[in-house]
């Protein structure tokens, strides 16, 4: 059916092919169902709005939640707290706007964004409270840096008493303000004072004790002050005249009261050193009332007593010079007194002389030490005893090194000739009286070698010096002291190698000595890499070897160098190499490497055909007869048939030699000749043929009194035999001839060599010139100095004599020094020539008769002191006089 169209039917647009509205009227069936589809249409196209307007929301919460926790993370990275209430909101509200802007329906846009309103207050908000935190942590920083700025101005040691007041009241009066303000808690104020003001006191005192420990008294009873300045010492010490213990003793007192002094190497407890304390405490407050009196005594107050109790445990009484201070009784005059006593040994003891002053001004400990807990209190003692102790040792320790320093520069000067006087030691404040004594000792002691060396000088000029025995400490430093003056006179005049080492060869030759300097310069040659410096070493060793083979082994490094002039010879002499080549052959032999290859080299089939060859007796024998040693008498010429006493002694000899060789052929690098003469020369030092045996046969043993006694005066070791026949005669009541005792080696003698002492020999004899040998019951032991008595004395004689020789050298020179100051006085005078003249021969005139009198008053017919000519001479050497 029809209808009409309505006013809404109306208002559609119209066709747009005619312009005329169209109908909306069910016309027709096809009319409605184009209706109902329309409808379905509307229904789908609301659910795809749905489900868009969902994804745009999604997209905005999370676009919102990631920008606002950056937001937050932003401001927890701004310092600037003070705006966070305006900048917070502003951000915020973008972050609402961009994340908004991704919702694409209008009125869902609007919707969401007013529904977010409560998360952006909440946002807000914790980042207002962020920054109020963090305003308020800032605040408590700058806070706590003040009152850290202040702490360490009152803590600092080197602040003044006003600066540390005013840093404590400023600490103070900012923890008040901080807690008045809010900025504290009441429990944070507590924290605070107690980290700021009440560990200020006990970091002041740590670091105040560790640079004074004065600062603060360990107590005021006697045995704790001590303590603190002695400190213990489980182990004996030496200290200045004696060894000491404990708490500085030099006695230690044990639990049965007995007192001991203290020895080295006894180790006491703590409590045997309190017990030490204890009884010397009354030992020497007993000492102090018998100075002042009983009564002055007890009216002290204890800190009085127990400082003048360390006083005098230190000094051993109190010093006279605080006596009357003492006596006055007035603390303040003794204190000054005792603190007047700083200076005493160098100031060694200044700190503990300070101490006790302080002590006895009742001074004990400062207004902080009394604020500190029992812990901290025990702290701040403990560490300025350490630190005391501390302080003692490095002043002990620099006063010790710079005494030594000067000590050891005096020495020099004695040694060089710069110290001239022994006032230069004597007025030496700094040197205690033990160093001084040294000093002086070797002061004299070197001018009298010097002395004796000039002496011995002028008589090797002379021809009259005597032999030295280097065995004698004194007669080889006497050698070394010549020798020393005359090498230096040929190195100030620039002598060559060659003439240096000519000078030892001849002082060697006239004196029996090689000297220390001579010695070392071989050792240093042989022992070089350098051709040139090895050859000069070897052909030095090679003259002082054929001079006295054995001369070379006067000390450890002697067998080195002999075994280079071993070499040597060797080399140029049996092998007629040049010497150069002989040096480079030297040096291969000291070649670590080579010798590195030992046990290989001894593998070798030529090693063992060359040892097996040559360890037979009858090799050993004819080899070390030709060893480049000579055996002492030669006895192996007269008749030596065997090695030893018997077959065992034979085998053992034999073992022995084979180990040498088997070293020399090592060192010498399969040269067999010369393994042979490096053999020969060590088994000779060892070995040898005696006349002492029972025998007769001339064995070869070891050890025989040929090798480890010196030869008698007559060149022979019959000496030996005729001490050994006169003490046997004794102890028998019989007499017994010297050839009818033999003395045998045995395990002894090289213990008795080992032990420094004289070598002990089995004693065989026969009585009444039977046949039959006994062994006496002991060992026996020769006396060489006995025998070589007389000859020392004539060789001591022969000495002062070169000494008193060298008194007159001295004299001589003071009497060329007169001459000298004669004519320098007389030229810075204005003098002429000819005046001159004449004021040096009256100073030689005026020396002449000096001379006359000391010959007069000595009665001695010294022909150097008669000789008229000796001043004349000096005149014309110096120019002064002409010729006759």
Known sequence: MAKLPTKENLSRPGSFRTGTTISSADTSAIGRGIESLGASLGVVAEDIQRKQNAIDISRAEAIYTEQSLALQNEFERDGDYSTFDKRAPEKSSKIVETAADVIRDPQMRERWRLSQQPKVARLNDSIFDMGNALQEQAGLVAFNDALETNRRIYVDPDTNEQQKNQALADMEASIEVGLGSGLLTPAQAQRTRQEFINNSQFSRGLLAVKQNPDVVAAGNDSASILRSFEGFRPKPYWDVNAYRVGYGSDTVTRPDGTVEKVRPGMVITRADAERDLQRRIGEFQSVVIGQIGQDKW???????????TSVSYNYGSLPDRIIDEVESGDPQSIASAVAGLAGDNEGVNRNRRMREARIIQGDINPAWYESLSPEQRQ??????QKTFADRQAADVAAIRAEQTRRSEALGLGILTGEVVAESQILNDEFLDDGKKATLLRSFRSENQDQLAAMGYIEGLHAGSAPRLNPLDSDQKKLGNNAYERLEGQLVSEEASREQIDALSASFFDNSGIVPDRTQNRLLNDVSSGNPQQVLQGAQLASRLFQIDPFALRQNAQGDKIAATATAYDFYTQDMGLPVEAAAQKIIALNDPEKQAKREQFLKSDDAKEFLKKNSKPGSILKNIGQGGVPVVGN???????????????????????????????????????????????????????????????????????????????????????????D???????????????????????????????????????????????????????????????????????????????????????????????????????????????????EEIRKINEDRQKRNEQQQTDDPLLNESNFMSQMGRDMGIMGGN
């Open 298 to 308: 007890n009216s002290f107050s204890p800190n009085i007593q127990a400082a003048l």
């Open 727 to 841: 003490a046997l005669s004794e102890e028998l009541g019989a007499v017994i001839e010297p050839g009818d005792v033999f003395l045998q080696p045995y395990d002894g003698t090289e213990k008795s060599l080992e032990l420094g002492q004289a070598p002990l020999y089995k004693v065989l004899y026969r009585a009444n010139s039977s046949d039959v040998v006994q062994e006496f019951n002991f060992p026996f032991s020769a006396d060489p100095r006995a025998e070589i008595d007389a000859v020392q004395e004539e060789q001591a004689d022969q000495i002062e004599t070169s000494r008193e020789r060298s008194d007159d050298v001295r004299t001589g020179i003071e009497e060329e020094n007169r001459i000298k100051d004669a004519v320098a006085k007389a030229k810075e005078g204005g003098a002429n020539p000819g005046e001159v003249r004449e004021m040096a021969l």
């Open 379 to 384: 702290q701040i003692d403990a560490t300025a």
């Open 635 to 725: 006895l192996i010429g007269m008749g030596a048939a065997q090695l030893g006493f018997n077959p065992l002694q034979e085998a053992a000899i034999t073992g022995e030699y084979k180990e040498l060789l088997k070293e020399a052929y090592v060192e010498a690098q399969g040269d067999g000749d010369l393994a042979k003469k490096f053999a020969a020369d060590r088994f000779n030092r060892l070995y040898g043929p005696t006349e002492m045996d029972a025998s007769g046969d001339m064995s070869i043993v070891r050890l025989p009194p040929e090798k480890t006694y010196p030869v008698g005066a007559d060149g022979t070791h019959q000496y030996i035999r005729q001490q050994a026949a």
